[in-house]
């Protein structure tokens, strides 16, 4: 008689053991998901502002140098022949 409530009790705490593993997956596969596109994002955003960063830097370089190209040329015109 002990034997089967001692049987019975490890079925009953196994059965809450598994329901609330079943309970607990679901959220466990959100919180992984939710982390996995956060470090996406995180990624991509570092990758894209990396390039913007390069584009604005190659832009205030081509800017410098048309200025530079402007002032000569202002230079030459003034300058008599």
């Keep these: 008689m002990v034997k089967q409530k ?3 009790s490890n079925q009953k705490m196994t059965n809450m053991i ?6 607990t997956d679901p959220l466990a596969e959100l919180v992984y998901i939710k982390a ?3 470090q996406i994002e995180k990624s991509v955003a570092s990758k894209y502002l990396k390039r ?6 190659a832009n205030n ?12 040329r202002k230079i030459d015109e003034l300058a008599p022949e």
Excluded at 18 to 23: H, M, S
Excluded at 61 to 72: A, F, I, T
Aim: hydrophobic share 40%; glycine share 4%; net charge negative.
């Design 52 to 57: 913007i960063d390069y584009l604005v830097g």
């Design 61 to 72: 370089e081509l800017m410098r140098e048309l200025e530079q190209w402007e002032r000569v």
């Design 18 to 23: 598994k329901k609330n593993y079943v309970d």
């Design 6 to 8: 001692l049987i019975n």
């Design 36 to 38: 996995i596109k956060e």
